[in-house]
Nanobody
Framework: QVQLVESGGGLVQPGGSLSLSCAAS????????MAWYRQSPGKERELVAS?????????????TYADSVKGRFVISRDNAKNTVHLQMNSLEPDDTGVYFC?????????????WGQGTEVTVSS
């Protein structure tokens, strides 16, 4: 059974920092691209940051970020511990939302796509 369990959310003041973690089980973690998405109130779920898997040839560990978080957020992974992290700095009220961990892998044309339950982040004074 695949499980992605997020932790680290909470209430933080604007300008503050939070570190989110996602612990994965039931998958060969290193073979999956990992990502963080968020869903803010009244908005659709959006990609925040992603990091490639060990199967990505010359682009192992390549990271991408939404324009709104570039320079403030950092995604990283620890394949030995089956975890992915999202370090969030200089938080803004617009960063408020539920943050979801995502694991995805294309296996011979079949997409294996898994989601965590989410962790809530509130940025407010």
């Amino acid at each position: 059974q695949v499980q992605l369990v997020e932790s680290g959310g909470g209430l933080v003041q604007p300008g503050g920092s939070l570190s989110l973690s996602c612990a994965a089980s039931g998958i060969t973690f290193s073979n999956y691209a990992m990502a963080w998405y968020r869903q803010s109130p009244g908005k659709e779920r959006e990609l925040v940051a992603s990091i490639t898997s060990s199967l990505t040839a010359a682009a192992i560990g390549k990271t991408t970020y939404a324009d709104s978080v570039k320079g403030r957020f950092v995604i990283s992974r620890d394949n030995a511990k089956n975890t992915v992290h999202l370090q969030m700095n200089s938080l803004e009220p617009d960063d408020t939302g539920v943050y979801f961990c995502n694991a995805v892998r294309n296996v011979f044309g079949h997409l294996r796509n898994y989601w965590g339950q989410g962790t809530e982040v509130t940025v407010s004074s």
